[in-house]
């Protein structure tokens, strides 16, 4: 726990601070949510196609159709899962020339066990990363699949219940009015 004195020198310190001036430090500092993605204003990073990230969602919505709020949060679970295993997928091949930048063909094999050697915590990192991300594609898909399930159950359960009261309305004696 800070003592008094270094409260004391935070407060001050932080008087100090205006944030970022320039027009590139307020633009990186726009970006500090995704370090978290916890409260990440947006699903794309610098290099990325917002297009390309509004074609998957559209293809997901089109495959699902959600009609309620959860059926909605997770297609849109479905889509942030997708587009994160795609970004692990150029982040391992990063990985890998990191091991290796000016290797040529003929020393290729040699050198992917030192790439490999060199990057193995980072490599094992990534995984374990792309595992709870196949995680959360695979529970959400489960769970969308049974609320869609029991959808079409209500709707044809409630449509039986519409038969058998038209059924009950046609079938009965017609009223003898005197």
Known sequence: MASQKQLAANRLNAQKSTGPRSAEGKARSSMNALKTGIDAGTHIIQHESPSRLEALADEYYDRFHPTTPE???L???L???EWLLRRFRRVEAQLWQQGFPNVTDAIFDVNLAVAF???CDEFSRLQRRID???RHYRNALQ???RLQAQEVEEIAEEAE???RKSTRLNSSPPCNLV
Do not use: G, P
Request: proline residues 0%.
């Open 71 to 73: 059926q909605r949060m």
């Open 75 to 77: 297609v849109d679970t």
């Open 79 to 81: 889509v942030d899962s």
């Open 117 to 119: 050697r060199k990057t």
């Open 132 to 134: 709870m991300t196949h």
């Open 161 to 163: 219940e519409i038969d």
């Open 143 to 145: 769970e969308l699949e």
